[in-house]
């Protein structure tokens, strides 16, 4: 995909980065069908589940025929493409669990799966670009996006949960778009040294941000933490830094050697980086490198607004060099708002890994994991890992310091800490 080129000089603009001023990052309207010809993909990929349940995905996807990629022309053909040949594809290598992983991806579905990939800039392994931003549709046409209205085009195990996974996930990323809109705003107005625009479009943003964490709230109504845990991790989840593939995987025909991708993550997400660029957030060297490979996980437009936004003007150094009350505050209320974010994700993950892992490691300890209880049925080797491959605690706790790190000298750290203690 090319390079975005845009004019230095010209007033920073969303437009060439493929963000959309009602949707942000989301795919705005995606196909739900593909062209005739990929009749194979769609018939096996919208039957997924039920293929695994019955131990049938894989001697279907053998049978299936080698398909040419030359009748996807639009941009939304190879999106959705894209989703149904990585749903195929978690399903594929995880049909069996974490014991009987397979270690080639077959021809018929490696070789159109990789050229999608390459004509896209996305990896060939479900990314939160396929999961979330383009495997949504609204039941009723006509009405609201919202969580009683939308479903997904494709899914994977775990039933309603999956959906409300998906689905509260695209309500956060829907929930930032006022943010996103904001960007532009503090970015010109910085150069033109406009105080008063930047500090009502960093309000608006902290706004924004608190609608995010509003919006990620729902995932306690929508999704049981062990059909989460037991059933849907493990098709999240990636053949880099997973002891259950250690080698990888081979992509046959693409090249002989295994390669090795990481799963879904959170932090996939355009959203976050671009907040942190914006606000001046530095990550530690072992949780920065991990983000910064995220990057690759993104579509190239998005992942190109995140390098442009960190090559402006440093917001935080215009906002101590004004020394403008209001400015000051609307800054600081937005690395608040998302340290706040990012508290509430810690306490998420909590709830939806870190404790049914305990109840997980007790049941084995007991010799009850034979399928009691939906927990049982995780992998092991994922038990203090995110599906991107991170030591997920360690990790989410130490991205939260650092965003409190990106306070103002002197803003009170008392009213920073007060923020962690009253989310853990």
């Not at 040419?68 to 190879?78: M, N, P, V």
């Not at 530095?282 to 090559?311: D, V, W």
């Amino acid at each position: 995909m090319a390079t975005v080129v845009t004019d230095s000089k010209a007033p920073f603009s969303l437009d060439p980065y493929h963000v959309s001023e009602e949707l942000g990052f989301i795919l705005s309207a995606p196909l739900v069908e593909l062209p005739s010809y990929y009749r194979p993909w769609m018939d096996i990929s919208l039957h997924v589940t039920e293929l695994i349940n019955s131990h049938e995905l894989r001697s279907l996807i053998h049978k299936m025929p080698l398909l040419s990629i030359q009748f996807l022309k639009s941009h939304r053909e190879l999106r959705l493409a894209h989703l149904v040949l990585s749903v195929m594809t978690m399903g594929y290598v995880w049909q069996e669990g974490e014991n009987d992983t397979i270690q080639i991806l077959p021809r018929n579905l490696a070789v159109p799966y990789w050229k999608i990939s390459q004509r896209l800039g996305l990896p060939p392994i479900l990314t939160h670009a396929d999961a979330v931003l383009a495997n949504w549709r609204k039941r009723d046409p006509e009405g609201p996006i919202d969580i009683e209205n939308l479903e997904l085009l494709v899914t994977l195990p775990g039933g309603e949960s999956v959906r409300g996974f998906f689905m509260v996930t695209l309500l956060v990323e829907l929930a930032a778009v006022p943010a996103l809109r904001s960007i532009p705003l503090v970015i010109n107005g910085v150069r033109c040294e406009d105080v008063e625009t930047v500090a009502k479009a960093l309000e608006d943003m902290s706004q924004s941000i608190e609608g995010m964490t509003h919006a990620l709230k729902l995932m306690h109504a929508h999704v049981e933490p062990p059909v989460f845990y037991g059933i849907m991790r493990i098709y999240l989840s990636g053949w880099r830094d997973n002891p259950s593939m250690p080698e990888g995987l081979v992509y046959e025909g693409v090249q002989t050697a295994p390669m090795e991708y990481s799963g879904g993550s959170a932090a996939q997400s355009s959203l976050l980086h671009c907040f942190d660029e914006l606000l001046g957030v530095k990550h530690e060297a072992k949780s920065g490198a991990f983000l910064t490979r995220m990057r690759n996980y993104m579509p190239p437009a998005h992942k190109q607004l995140i390098e442009a936004i960190s090559q402006q003007t440093s917001l935080g150094g215009f906002v101590q060099e004004c020394s403008n009350a209001r400015l000051s505050q609307a800054f600081q209320c937005c690395v608040n708002k998302l340290s706040a974010l990012r508290s509430y994700h810690i306490n998420v993950v909590s709830r939806f890994i870190t404790v049914p892992a305990a109840r997980a490691r007790q049941l084995r300890s007991q010799g009850q994991s034979s399928g009691e209880e939906t927990v049982s049925k995780a992998p092991t080797a994922l038990e203090e890992r995110g599906t991107g491959g991170s030591g997920i605690m360690n990790f989410l706790k130490t991205v939260r310091d650092r965003t409190l790190d990106a306070a103002l000298p002197q803003t009170s750290k008392a009213a920073e800490k007060a923020t962690i203690e009253h989310h853990r």
